[in-house]
C-alpha cells in the first residue's frame, strides 16, 4: 500500500524510497574499526531535543562513529547533509528481518531513543544483542496504552530500556505502576537545547533589512486554522509593524492561498534578493530550518498549531525573552501549560481576542518586557538535563 501512495504523494515517497536505501548507505560508511553511538529521533523537533546529549556524547567520545536516524521525512530531509561528521539515515520498518539486517549492519555501543520513540521489535532485538537501551526526555501520560489493561505488547517493549530518563515525575510514577524503577527525572534537554540557539550566533542579514525600526510579530509553524486569526489582522493594521509568517507546510497550494488572501505587501523569502524587502509588511518563509534564529528579531511571537494540530515549540521563542501567543489547545505540553500558568504564554481563542492581546502589547514596549523577562527566567530555572543524563550514560 505504501508503495502504490507514494505515487501519489512526496512525502510518502521519500519515506519509501529512503528506507530502501539506509542499509546499502550504511554498508558502504559503517567504520568497522570504530565503536559506534546511535541516536534515533521521529522528526526535526525530536532531533533538536535529543541534540544536547549527542553534542556532549561526541566531545567525550571523539573516537566514535555517531549515527542519527528519523523515522519522519520531515526530520530527515532537513538534516541529512548538515551532520557532516554523522551517518544520517532513515529508521528500517519494525520487522523481524529487517530489524535484525540493521542492528547486524551498525553494531551500536549503546542505543538513545528521545521523547516518544518505541519500537517493540527493535527494542527485542537490542536487549537480544546486550545494547543498552535509553529513553531520552521520556514523557509518559495516564492515557497511553503501556498504562492500560490491553497494553502487554508495549509493556514488554518498556522492560527492555536499561534506563529512562524522564520529563517530570508524573512520568516517573507511571513508570513505577508498571514495576519500572530505572527512572531518572532529569528534565526537558529542549531547555538546553533553546539557550545553546540564544547564545549560538543568529545573524541574519535579510531580517535586518526586513524589521528596519518596526515592530515585528514572527508567527512560526503555522497551519490554516492560524492563518484564520492572522491574516484578518494583519489587513487591517495600520503601518509601524511587520510580520514573519513561516508556515509549517510550505507547499505552492499554502503559499499561494496566504499571499492571495494578504492584502499588504508580501514578499516570499525566496524572492528576498530580488525585491526591495525593506517595503513589504509581511515576510513569508517558504523554507525549512530558519525559524528558531527569526525569532530572535521578533518582538512578540505566535506559536501554531494550538487550534487542530498540536502546539510546536514554545521554548524556541520564549528563551528570546519576548511574549508568545498561542491557540487554547495547549494542555498536552507540559511547557507550554506552566507558562500560560506563569502569564508568559498569552492564550488567544478567536480572532477578537488575537486582535486585541496583540494590539496591546505592540503599543506598549513595557508589557512586552514584563512578559519576556517572565520567560526567560523559566527557561533558565529548567536547563541542566543534558548534564544529569550525560553523568548516567
Known amino acids: 500500500m505504501l508503495q502504490i501512495a507514494a505515487f501519489f504523494n512526496p512525502k510518502i515517497r521519500h519515506f519509501v524510497r529512503g528506507r530502501k536505501e539506509s542499509i546499502p548507505y550504511l554498508q558502504s560508511r559503517r567504520n568497522p574499526e570504530k565503536p559506534l553511538i546511535w541516536m534515533h529521533t521521529a522528526s526535526l523537533g525530536e532531533f533538536e531535543q535529543g541534540m544536547p546529549v549527542f553534542e556532549k556524547l561526541h566531545a567525550a567520545f571523539p573516537d566514535h562513529q555517531f549515527l542519527v536516524t528519523f523515522f519522519s521525512p520531515s526530520g530527515y530531509e532537513v538534516k541529512k547533509h548538515r551532520l557532516h561528521s554523522d551517518l544520517v539515515t532513515y529508521l528500517p520498518m519494525d520487522t523481524r528481518p529487517r530489524t535484525r539486517e540493521f542492528i547486524r549492519t551498525i553494531r551500536p555501543e549503546i542505543a538513545l531513543f528521545v521523547k516518544y520513540e518505541v519500537w517493540p521489535r527493535l527494542f527485542k532485538e537490542l536487549h537480544r544483542q546486550d545494547i543498552p537501551i535509553l529513553m531520552l526526555s ?27 530518563y524522564v ?3 508524573r512520568s516517573a510514577e507511571l513508570l513505577a505502576s508498571i514495576g519500572l524503577e530505572h527512572v531518572t527525572v532529569s ?3 529542549r ?12 545573524e541574519l542579514e535579510f531580517m535586518d533589512r526586513f524589521r ?19 491574516i484578518p489582522f494583519i489587513n487591517q493594521l495600520e503601518e509601524g509593524a511587520c510580520f514573519v509568517i513561516a508556515p509549517h507546510k510550505i507547499d505552492p497550494k499554502t503559499l499561494e492561498n496566504l499571499q492571495n488572501r494578504l492584502e499588504k505587501e508580501t514578499v516570499l523569502y525566496s524572492n528576498v534578493d530580488s525585491m526591495g524587502i525593506q517595503a513589504a509588511d509581511v515576510l513569508i518563509i517558504d523554507t525549512i530550518g530558519l525559524l528558531t534564529k527569526i525569532y ?25 525573552g ?23 504564554i498569552v492564550v ?31 527557561i533558565r530555572e529548567n536547563d541542566g538535563a543534558s548534564d544529569k543524563i550525560m553523568s548516567g550514560i
Open 138 to 164: 521520556a514523557i509518559f501520560r495516564p492515557r497511553q496504552a503501556y498504562f492500560k489493561w490491553y497494553g502487554g505488547f508495549l509493556r514488554k517493549a518498556l522492560i527492555r530500556v536499561a534506563h529512562f
Open 167 to 169: 520529563q517530570d515525575d
Open 187 to 189: 528534565g526537558d534537554t
Open 191 to 202: 531547555f538546553d537545547r533553546v539557550l545553546e540557539i540564544l547564545e549560538s550566533p543568529r
Open 212 to 230: 528596519g525600526q518596526r515592530t515585528c510579530l514572527a508567527a512560526g509553524s503555522t497551519w490554516p486554522e492560524d492563518h484564520e486569526l492572522l
Open 296 to 320: 530572535g528579531y521578533a518582538d512578540i511571537a505566535y506559536v501554531g498549531g494550538g487550534f487542530a494540530t498540536g502546539l510546536h515549540n514554545t521554548l524556541e521563542p520564549a528563551v528570546y
Open 322 to 344: 519576548i511574549p508568545v501567543l498561542c491557540g487554547p489547545q495547549y494542555h498536552k505540553f507540559r511547557e507550554a501549560e506552566e507558562l500560560v500558568d506563569a502569564g508568559g
Open 348 to 378: 488567544v481563542k478567536d480572532p477578537g481576542e488575537f486582535q486585541s492581546r496583540v494590539t496591546a502589547l505592540i503599543k506598549s514596549p513595557e508589557a512586552r518586557k514584563e512578559i519576556g523577562q517572565i520567560n526567560t527566567a523559566y
